[in-house]
């Protein structure tokens, strides 16, 4: 069988996009044929792999999926070029109102079609670990402040933490940031890919709650985050007690399209 598929990606984190509308897509349920469809030596190559159908309600539904095969929670970059994808598909324009694993979300995109402006979830309740954070932006995420991140071993450091007796059971996805002053600079161990990404959504929205709690800043919060693949920016309400209002923003551009035989 062939399947048609575009590729787009969000400052580095890469998805394989598939238009199911018409519910052809064979693969839902084949976890091993999705993860060879990510795999970047025997297939397309790709952080995870994300559907678009339709959904009463709803511009459409996103269902992801990542490149271990299994379905996902959020994906913060997949989310945003989800909306790109349905853009290019002329099945919204400007803005949109889709459903994800983590419930509803509102997006908006540029005019151009290369950014797009992705509501998040609210978010209230932060844990300790030591002296890092665990908390869920629609994926669960521990956040560590650091120095020197760029030499910093965040596979083995990242899957160590993941795999703890901690996280081990749910699996956690990691991030490093060192405070930089005009920005933050985050890597991400990501659970699923089981490695580091150029970019994570979801933890930089991670990120910014933590170091506003640790700054004990309140009010309207504006955050530019710079990962391995590019910049992010992150906007928030915070009151002290809750984040809302979360808007991540950023690059999610198409890349190439084609078919594969599988």
Known sequence: MKLKFLKYQGAGNDFILIDNRDQSFPLINDTEGIKKLCDRHFGIGAD???????????????LYFN???????????GGRCIVAFANQLELI?????????DGPH???ISENGNSVSLQMIDVQEIQTDGDAFFLNTGSPHYVLEVENLA?????????NIRY????????????????LGDHYYVRTYERGVENET????TGVTAVSMVM??????????????????????????YDGNKFNNVFLEGPATFVFEGTISF
């Open 48 to 62: 995870g792999l994300m559907v678009l159908q339709l959904k009463n309600g709803f511009d459409f539904e996103m």
């Open 67 to 77: 490149a271990d095969g299994r379905e996902g929670s959020m994906c913060g970059n």
């Open 93 to 101: 324009k400007g803005e949109t109102n889709f459903l994800a694993v």
């Open 106 to 108: 509102y997006a908006t």
């Open 151 to 159: 030499s910093k071993d965040v596979y083995t450091d990242g899957k």
């Open 164 to 179: 703890n007796e901690t996280y081990n059971a749910m699996g956690v996805n990691v991030n490093f940031v060192e405070d």
């Open 198 to 201: 150029f970019a994570c959504g």
């Open 212 to 237: 506003a709690k640790k700054k004990g800043l309140t009010g309207s919060i504006k955050n530019s985050i710079r990962v391995p693949g590019g910049n992010l920016n992150v906007n928030f309400n």
